[in-house]
């Protein structure tokens, strides 16, 4: 059987605690000439794409702006159309949520773009983590979770009948290029639960006919989401055995929507530490974890699981002996992390677990539990490991999250891509114009079938 191809998409690094802001290399992550630089090496390495994530709202933490990691980022739309005018075959992926916006805007901007990069758009289509991020969108604040993903449908379904709406025809828009004549095929229509918009669509079909649609989130629903209309899938799962297990769990929800396990791409965040020798790689890695997590960082975190004031806690000193507060977490809003502690006070012992069986600080053990590096070694060894996560059906590519900005993709192209180029699992040149054949998708539909 041929191996297959590896897709790779690299991540701006948006609001994290994987960036490391501190690191001499790292520069502007505001100006254009960063966006700029991080996209040419992702296009000169032949990417798939790139990504970006949304923040909507400066994060705060014990009622104060959190400002440890890189805060505040420019509009999505407007980098990603200022890309496609200094790049000319990488795919680019704008995450934007559907519970604070509406369809019709969204699409229009979606299609403007594909026009714009001539086929290379992607929405990365979120529901957003919780209501302190939309204050500033709703009067009202939030719409309630179990409605997220019923308006996440809606909200595709009426965007995919926007893109739809214009039919060849021998009307009254011309492409020159194409010698293609197109025209709006009538009024749209559309009255769910959520929306009840009327009205015609301004702009003329796109070159992808709709912009890849990618998925971010975990939940049932969001599976069920992204396998029922969803072209790829960014997920967390970056083990072995986790990616396997995801990977089986979605492909094998695609056959009840007609689909084949193909028309949908799983790809895994992954990060990445290179060294010349394995331990030179190791020792690296383990410093940008020192670097990501600082002793400021550390305590942080720490009052997230603990859900109170640990200010006054030492990062170098044990544990806290008092047990976490159970019960919403106020201490920390606009992260996702905090949901993920269901049992904050078996998790707290788990901690003190393996601070006692490691004897670890504070500090050693926040590094030890929060997100670690994915791939570490040499080129050769990452290059084989990528590989082999792929093949092993764990994931279809990769969404690259340096941990430098601009600058952290550089030696990623120019080591760990030939590599991977030399074992035939990874394109040496763009064999198409659009995303969607970049991602080896079929073309979309030209009508959602949608019954409004
Ligand atoms: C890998 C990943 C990346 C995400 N990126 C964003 C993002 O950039 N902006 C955002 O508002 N939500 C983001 N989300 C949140 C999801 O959109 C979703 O709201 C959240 O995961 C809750 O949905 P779930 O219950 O299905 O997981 C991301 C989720 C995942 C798993």
Redesign the pocket.
Known sequence: MPRKQIHLAAHFP?VNNTTVWSDPASGSHIDFSSFQHFAETAERARFDFLFL????RLREQGGEIYDLDVMGRPDTFTILAALAAVTDRLGLAG?I?STFNEPYEVARQFASLDHLSAGRAAWNV????DAF?GENFRRGGFLPQEKRYSRAKEFLAAAFTLFDSWAPDAGIVADKETGEFWRPTGEFSIHTDQFAIDGRFPVPRSPQGRPVILQ????E??REFAASGADAI???HGTLEAGQAFYADVKGRLAKYGRDPEDLKILP?ATFVLGDTDAEAQERARHVRYQQVSPATAIKFLEQLWNRDLSDHDPDGPLPTVDPVVGENTISRGR?SVRMYKDPIATANEWRALAEAKQLSTREVIIEVTGRQNFIGTPQRIAEALDEFVQADASDGFVLVPHVTPGGLDEFADTVVPLLQERGVFRTEYEGTTLREHLGLKPAPTTSGADF
């Open positions: 948006g994530a949304e923040g909507l995450t949520n979120v529901t957003s983590w991020t971010a989130g975990d939940s629903e969001g960014f997920t967390r965040a996702a």
